[in-house]
C-alpha cells in the first residue's frame, strides 16, 4: 500500500471522560491510517488536571510546543472537582486559555444540527428543529473578555466598581468575518451577523465591517444583520432561517450555548477553534467536544464518544482537507444513530444501551461497509 500523506495530530486527553473519548478517537485514526493509506502521526501527552498531577502545571511547555507543530489538536476535557480549590494560575482550565490565545485561535464554530433520530430529546417542537443545521462562528481572542481595562477597583464612596473594556478592531472583524463569509460558500450562502448597534460603538464599528468585507469580498455571499437579543429570539422561535452566524466573543459564548440546547444532547455536540491560514493555506486549530470533563460518569465506560468524534471529523475537513473521510465518518455517525445504538445519556425506548468503547467499535464498523 502507498503512503500518501503524514499529518501530525497531538491528543490531548485531560481529565474525567477525557482519556475514554479522546481512546474512540485514536482507534478510528489508526483505522484510517490502515485502511485508507493515510499516514497520521499521533502523539498523546497529558493536560488539565493530569498535567498538574504530573507536573504541577495544567500545561508544560513541551505540550505546548508539540501543539504549535501538529497540524490539529484534539482535546477531550479538562477539569473536575479534585482540582477546583487550586490557585486560579494552576487549574485545568487555564491550559485550554493558553492554548486558544497562544495558538491565537480565533474563530470559534460550533455546529448546532439536530440529528432527526433524536428530535424528542430537544425542548422545541420537532418541526422546529428537524433537520436543524446552523453554524455559530464566534469570535474567541478579542471583546470584553480581553479588553483594557480591566478589574474591581475601589472608588471614592466607599463602593467597588468592576471594569470590563468591551473592544475591536477593523481587523479582528475582518478575520472571523471571512471565516464565516468561507464556511457559508460551503453550505447555504448566508451569513447573519449579530450585535449591538443600536447600543454599543463597538457594535456599529462591527456591522459596518462586515458589512464592508461582505461588499469587497463576499457579494455572492447573503449577509443580514441582526441585533444579537432578537438573534436569541429568533433561535427559539424559527431556528431553521439561519445558515451561518457570526457573532463577538461575548454574544457568540451565549447564542452559541442556547443553539447547542436546541439540539437536545450534549453528548453529541462537537467544536472547533481556528487560527489564520499561513500563505501555505495552512492553519493552527484545536477540536474539541462542548461537553466537559463528566466527573459523574467517568471511569464507567459509558460516555459518548460521538461528540468527540464529530471533532475529529472536523479536524478532517477544516485541517487536514480531507473531506471525503470526513463525510464518511458523519455518515457513519448518523447510520448507529439510525440502528438504534446509543449510550446511557441519549437511549430511549426501543434503543440499544451500549457502552462508550461500543459506539467507537460500531463506527468502525460502518467505515468498513
Ligand atoms: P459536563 O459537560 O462535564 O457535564 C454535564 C452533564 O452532562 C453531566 O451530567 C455529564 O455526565 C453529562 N455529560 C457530559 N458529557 C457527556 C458525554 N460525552 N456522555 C454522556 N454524558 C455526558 O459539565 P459540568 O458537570 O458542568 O463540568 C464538569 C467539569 O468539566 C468541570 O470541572 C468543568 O469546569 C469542566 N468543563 C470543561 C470543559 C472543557 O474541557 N472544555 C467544558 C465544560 C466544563
Known amino acids: 500500500?502507498?503512503?500518501?500523506?503524514?499529518?501530525?495530530?497531538?491528543?490531548?486527553?485531560?481529565?474525567?471522560?477525557?482519556?475514554?473519548?479522546?481512546?474512540?478517537?485514536?482507534?478510528?485514526?489508526?483505522?484510517?491510517?490502515?485502511?485508507?493509506?493515510?499516514?497520521?502521526?499521533?502523539?498523546?501527552?497529558?493536560?488539565?488536571?493530569?498535567?498538574?498531577?504530573?507536573?504541577?502545571?495544567p500545561i508544560t511547555d513541551e505540550v505546548f510546543y508539540k501543539a504549535l507543530?501538529?497540524?490539529?489538536?484534539?482535546?477531550?476535557?479538562?477539569?473536575?472537582?479534585?482540582?477546583?480549590?487550586?490557585?486560579?494560575?494552576?487549574?485545568?482550565?487555564?491550559?485550554?486559555?493558553?492554548?486558544?490565545?497562544?495558538?491565537?485561535?480565533?474563530?470559534?464554530?460550533?455546529?448546532?444540527?439536530?440529528?432527526?433520530?433524536?428530535?424528542?430529546?430537544?425542548?422545541?417542537?420537532?418541526e422546529i428543529v428537524s433537520g436543524l443545521d446552523i453554524m455559530i462562528v464566534r469570535e474567541l481572542t478579542g471583546g470584553i473578555y480581553f479588553g483594557e481595562p480591566r478589574g474591581i477597583k475601589p472608588i471614592d464612596n466607599g463602593e467597588r466598581k468592576?471594569?470590563?473594556?468591551?473592544?475591536?478592531?477593523?481587523?479582528?472583524?475582518?478575520?472571523?468575518?471571512?471565516?464565516?463569509?468561507?464556511?457559508?460558500?460551503?453550505?447555504?450562502?448566508?451569513?447573519?451577523?449579530?450585535?449591538?448597534?443600536?447600543?454599543?460603538?463597538?457594535?456599529?464599528?462591527?456591522?459596518?465591517?462586515?458589512?464592508?468585507?461582505?461588499?469587497?469580498?463576499?457579494?455572492?455571499?447573503?449577509?443580514e444583520h441582526m441585533l444579537a437579543d432578537n438573534c436569541a429570539m429568533q433561535l427559539l422561535r424559527n431556528p431553521k432561517q439561519f445558515d451561518v452566524i457570526v457573532t463577538d466573543n461575548l454574544f457568540g459564548d451565549i447564542l452559541s450555548d442556547e443553539a447547542a440546547m436546541l439540539t437536545g444532547s450534549l453528548g453529541l455536540l462537537p467544536s472547533a477553534s481556528?487560527?489564520?491560514?499561513?500563505?501555505?493555506?495552512?492553519?493552527?486549530?484545536?477540536?474539541?467536544?462542548?461537553?466537559?470533563?463528566?466527573?459523574?460518569?467517568?471511569?464507567?465506560?459509558?460516555?459518548?464518544?460521538?461528540?468527540?468524534?464529530?471533532?475529529?471529523?472536523m479536524a478532517l475537513k477544516y485541517s487536514l482537507n480531507l473531506d471525503k473521510e470526513s463525510k464518511e465518518l458523519d455518515a457513519a455517525v448518523q447510520k448507529i444513530l439510525d440502528d438504534g445504538l446509543r449510550t446511557k445519556d441519549i437511549c430511549s425506548k426501543g434503543n440499544k444501551e451500549v457502552s462508550t468503547k461500543d459506539v467507537g467499535d460500531a463506527i468502525i464498523a460502518c467505515l468498513q461497509n
Not at 489538536?73 to 486558544?100: H, M, T, Y
Open 1 to 57: 500500500m502507498i503512503k500518501v500523506k503524514k499529518r501530525k495530530i497531538l491528543l490531548l486527553p485531560g481529565d474525567g471522560i477525557g482519556p475514554e473519548v479522546i481512546a474512540e478517537v485514536k482507534k478510528i485514526i489508526n483505522w484510517l491510517n490502515k485502511n485508507r493509506s493515510l499516514d497520521f502521526e499521533i502523539d498523546e501527552d497529558l493536560v488539565g488536571g493530569a498535567a498538574y498531577d504530573k507536573h504541577g502545571t
Open 69 to 126: 507543530e501538529s497540524e490539529a489538536v484534539i482535546l477531550g476535557a479538562v477539569g473536575g472537582p479534585k482540582w477546583d480549590n487550586l490557585d486560579f494560575s494552576k487549574k485545568p482550565e487555564r491550559a485550554l486559555l493558553k492554548l486558544r490565545k497562544e495558538l491565537k485561535l480565533f474563530a470559534n464554530l460550533r455546529p448546532a444540527i439536530c440529528f432527526k433520530q433524536l428530535v424528542e430529546a430537544s425542548s422545541l417542537k420537532p
Open 162 to 223: 468592576g471594569i470590563n473594556t468591551h473592544t475591536y478592531t477593523t481587523s479582528e472583524i475582518e478575520r472571523v468575518s471571512r471565516v464565516a463569509f468561507d464556511l457559508a460558500k460551503k453550505r447555504n450562502n448566508k451569513v447573519t451577523s449579530c450585535e449591538k448597534s443600536n447600543v454599543m460603538e463597538a457594535g456599529q464599528l462591527w456591522r459596518e465591517e462586515v458589512q464592508a468585507i461582505h461588499d469587497k469580498e463576499f457579494k455572492e455571499v447573503e449577509l
Open 274 to 313: 481556528l487560527g489564520a491560514k499561513d500563505k501555505n493555506g495552512n492553519m493552527r486549530s484545536m477540536y474539541e467536544p462542548v461537553h466537559g470533563s463528566a466527573p459523574d460518569i467517568a471511569g464507567k465506560g459509558i460516555a459518548n464518544p460521538i461528540a468527540t468524534i464529530l471533532s475529529f471529523s
